[in-house]
Structures are given as C-alpha cells and as structure tokens.
T-cell receptor
Framework: DTEVTQTPKHLVMGMTNKKSLKCEQH?????MYWYKQKAKKPPELMFV???????INESVPSRFSPECPNSSLLNLHLHALQPEDSALYLC????????????FGQGTRLTVV | AQRVTQPEKLLSVFKGAPVELKCNYS??????LFWYVQYSRQRLQLLLR??SRESIKGFTADLNKGETSFHLKKPFAQEEDSAMYYC???????????FGTGTRLLVSP
C-alpha cells in the first residue's frame, strides 16, 4: 500500500460544529503532516508529527487540534472554525529526514458556512 | 527564512517543444529540493528530488547552487504533461516543505 488515505473527501460544517479529518498510511512512515491549501495557492504547512510526537506547529490557531493516535493515523480536530478556514486540507507522510520526499493524500475539501 | 520563487504562473507550449519551468530559492543552508506535480483531479505527487539526480517522465532538474536555482526541463513536451508544477524546498534537518506558488504547464496539440 503506497497511498495516503484521507476521509472524508468533502466536508461542510457550521461555525459551531465540531468535526474531525482523518488520515491513514500503511507505508511505515514515521513522519506525518497536515497542510492547508487555499484555491490557486500552494500548500502551507500546519503541523508535523515525528514518531507520533508533535514536532512542528506553524502557529496554527487553536481551533485546529491535531492528534496522532499511532504511527499510521493522523487526525485533525476542528472546532469553531471561521468561513476563511474553508480550504483543501492535505495530509502527507514521509519516512523522515531521508530526503525521499513526502506522499500526499487526495485531501479533504472543507467548507465552513 | 526560506523562500521558493516560481516566476511563471502559466507556461503554454506546443507538443514537442522544449519546456523549462523556473525555480529559484532563498535559503542560507544546503536545502533539499523537489519538484511536485498535480494533474487534474489527482493528488499532489513527487516528480523529482535533487538528491537522486534522476529523470522521471523525461523531466530533469539540476541544482545550481551558484544561481540558487532548480529549474525543471524536458526536451519534448507531451500533452499529458499538462499539470500544475510546484517547486519545493526542505530546510536541512527540518521535516517540512516550503512550496513555490506553482506554474501551470499547458501543452497544446
């Protein structure tokens, strides 16, 4: 299995809702990432987990809460989002600092209403 | 700070023509550089990495440290090369990718 799988593919949520995005990989990668991509813009890093520990938080607002339950799973918990948080959320994984690059999921298209 | 610049938003060529997508970077250390490609309705996928010096789908990219560039080249473009191309930099020792703004390549028949 050489894929990163993200669910759901699409999500519409209200500003008072709580929802979670899920990401799974079975490549034995020990680094997992959340990126945010706005329309016609490049992906921007949000969080990095290395060996199931949060190693990078790019000053992301606390309404986004990442979780790494085990080495194969990565969640992004969403609460009290704003309409400007609507974007494509990408999960990625890599073996680590091995210079081989990251594998990306298809993304979750999030719309906040 | 790290920065990746892709000066062209859109590059339009005819099938069989040579292609060069430009990428310049700004980083004080020795970065790892990558090219990622996103075909229509598909996920972002790794195309090339500078460390491997490989050729994928006819594309090559050479790191020029003097000019801080990592341009992507292909001698004869194909229609199936039409996609969004992102140049990305990974700072030494950091597990993150800093992306350029991307160049959309359009290859016409």
């Amino acid at each position: 299995d050489t894929e990163v799988t993200q669910t759901p593919k699409h999500l519409v949520m209200g500003m008072t809702n709580k929802k979670s995005l899920k990401c799974e990989q079975h490549m034995g990668h020990r680094a997992m990432y959340w990126y945010k991509q706005k329309a016609k813009k490049p992906p921007e890093l949000m969080f990095v987990y290395s060996y199931e520990k949060l190693s990078i938080n790019e000053s992301v607002p606390s309404r986004f809460s990442p979780e790494c339950p085990n080495s194969s799973l990565l969640n992004l918990h969403l609460h009290a989002l704003q309409p400007e948080d609507s974007a494509l959320y990408l999960c990625a994984s890599s073996q680590g600092t091995d210079r081989k690059g990251a594998f990306f999921g298809q993304g979750t298209r999030l719309t906040v209403v | 700070a790290q920065r990746v610049t892709q000066p062209e938003k859109l590059l339009s060529v005819f099938k069989g023509a040579p292609v060069e997508l430009k990428c310049n970077y700004s980083y004080s250390g020795s970065p790892e550089l990558f090219w990622y490609v996103q075909y229509s309705r598909q996920r972002l996928q790794l195309l090339l990495r500078h460390i491997s010096r490989e050729s994928i789908k006819g594309f090559t990219a050479d790191l020029n440290k003097g000019e801080t560039s990592f341009h992507l080249k292909k001698p004869f473009a194909q229609e199936e090369d039409s996609a969004m191309y992102y140049c990305a930099l990974s700072p030494t020792g950091f597990q993150k990718l800093v992306f350029g703004t991307g160049t959309r390549l359009l290859v016409s028949p």
